[in-house]
């Protein structure tokens, strides 16, 4: 249980939780549509044998898990549903949930709140956007501003199902438990009523790996005052129930602080139509280009979408066997990945693209790029992924010594830049 809550999977803020089909977000493959199947009138029934079954999810009876003593009894129940709650979790943390979801978190270990100090930034009104935060210093890429454990946890199914009065009244003791500095910053985000500021504000997490009964809703109450820029200067991630941002630029004092509450990587009025689906008109620097700019701007977008699918199809077809001949990839693609990447300031995006650069001029015997690449790799994998990234440990062997990596010069060929030598290498596992 605890290895699925750390590996738990998350998406963008809430709203879109009920369209789950549209949503295009960095988590893995999106779930299809919650409600894509009718639902019984009455609330509180899933997890009956019936509609697990519906779902196509394997049916477990309820069972008393006891969770550690430092959790409170449950307050409330409604059927499977409790209020569960710890104020000595970090600044407290709430949970409307079943029993089995509220062990599993109770039993996960959570980090503590970290970040820079938080006079580096303060709240401030942003034309157009409400609250947001600006920058008081200079903060460097690869700072982290906040880690946060969620404070407010509710399985999807209240959420979506129980009748408005009622949910009302159930978020609010859930919020009640909390210590006060908790509820003070819950109550001062963007909403009007409890269940709106949990709509407006929440991140989707998945504490069972993909099974659609363990979305629940996130709340981070001092993550929510960070706006959405299209090309943002903050990454996020939410691991182990928290949620991280990252500078990934310097960003001077007076700038605004941004998270991308989409996928940037798509046209403007592509992100602008999924940004409606949040209630809003993005305002942000990239949204409000000149016709000119913007369109320059999807050009580029393209461009990426398609050199990334050729570079794709091209190694998935060559990489299976010892190959050396060509076969349509060019030393250059990886490099001019990263530069239209650059070019439309997607930084907090950036580590995919330089680890496929840094392997494809590896492949190419490039070494002095392979360098470059695989060391810029090491660096993007730390800030949007974390330092337990799957990759970050290949990079650093190829930044160190691309001749003893696996990937060197596996694509050299007679006229390669081998200059003559024939590699037949074979790409190692
Ligand atoms: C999570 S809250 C962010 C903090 C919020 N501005 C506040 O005052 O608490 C999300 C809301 O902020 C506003 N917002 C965030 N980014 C925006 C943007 N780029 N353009 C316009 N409004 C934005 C929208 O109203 C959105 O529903």
């Known amino acids: 249980l605890q290895e699925h809550a750390s590996t738990a999977k998350s998406c963008s ?31 509180f029934n899933v ?35 409790c209020l569960y709650s710890n104020p000595d979790v970090d600044e407290g943390m709430s949970l409307l949930t079943t029993n089995r979801y509220a062990y599993l978190v109770a039993t996960s270990p959570v980090p503590k709140s970290a970040g820079i100090e938080s006079t580096a930034y303060r709240a401030a009104e942003v034309p157009g956007k409400g609250v947001g935060l600006i920058a008081n210093r ?49 109550m001062s985000q963007m909403g009007d009523t409890v269940y709106d500021r949990t709509e407006k504000n929440a991140f989707r997490i998945y504490l069972d790996g993909d099974r659609k009964h363990s979305t629940h809703l996130g709340l981070f109450p001092e993550v929510s005052k960070i706006n959405h820029d299209c090309r943002p200067n903050l990454h996020y991630r939410i691991a182990n129930l928290t949620h991280t941002t990252v500078a990934v630029r310097d960003i001077p004092a007076g700038e605004e602080l941004s998270v991308s509450y989409i996928y940037g990587k798509s046209s403007r ?52 066997s010892v ?40 492949m190419f015997g490039h070494e002095a790029r392979a ?43 007679s006229r390669g830049p081998g200059g003559g030598k024939n590699k037949t290498q074979g790409v190692a596992k």
């Not at 009956?48 to 409330?76: I, N, V």
């Not at 946890?153 to 129980?162: E, F, G, R, V």
Request: some cysteine; proline content about 8%; aromatic content about 8%.
């Open 47 to 81: 997890g009956t044998p019936e509609l697990m079954k519906e779902y196509g999810e394997r049916y477990e009876p309820p069972k008393a898990y006891d969770l550690p003593a430092s959790w409170e009894e449950p307050k409330q129940c409604f059927t499977e549903f």
């Open 269 to 320: 009025s592509d992100r602008q139509s999924q940004l409606h689906e949040w209630g809003f008109n993005c305002t942000c620097s990239q949204c409000t280009l000149p016709a000119r700019e913007s369109g320059a701007s999807d050009v580029r977008i393209r461009q990426i979408q398609a050199l990334e699918e050729e570079i794709e199809a091209l190694m998935s077809s060559s990489s299976s």
């Open 138 to 186: 200079l903060i460097r890429k690869g700072e982290i501003i906040m880690q946060r454990p969620a404070a407010l946890l509710i399985q999807s199914t209240p959420h979506l199902d129980l009748d408005p009065e009622l949910r009302e009244e159930v978020y609010q003791s859930a919020i009640d438990q909390l210590p006060a500095a908790t509820k003070a910053r819950f």
């Open 13 to 43: 803020w809430s709203p879109l939780l009920i369209r789950e089909h549209q949503l295009t977000c960095t988590a893995p493959p999106l779930l299809p549509l919650l409600e894509a199947k009718p639902r019984p009138a009455t609330l």
């Open 371 to 413: 360098r470059e690449y695989a060391g810029e790799a090491v660096g993007a994998l730390e800030r949007e992924v974390g330092l337990q990234a799957r990759d970050i440990e290949s990079m650093r062997r190829l930044a160190e010594n691309p001749k003893a990596h696996w990937s060197w010069a596996v694509k050299v060929t």
């Open 323 to 362: 190959d050396t001949s060509n076969k349509g990839i060019r030393p250059e693609m990886g490099g001019k990945l990263v530069e239209l990447f650059l070019a439309e300031r997607l930084d907090a995006y950036l580590a995919p693209s330089y680890t496929r650069a840094a392997l494809i001029y590896s």
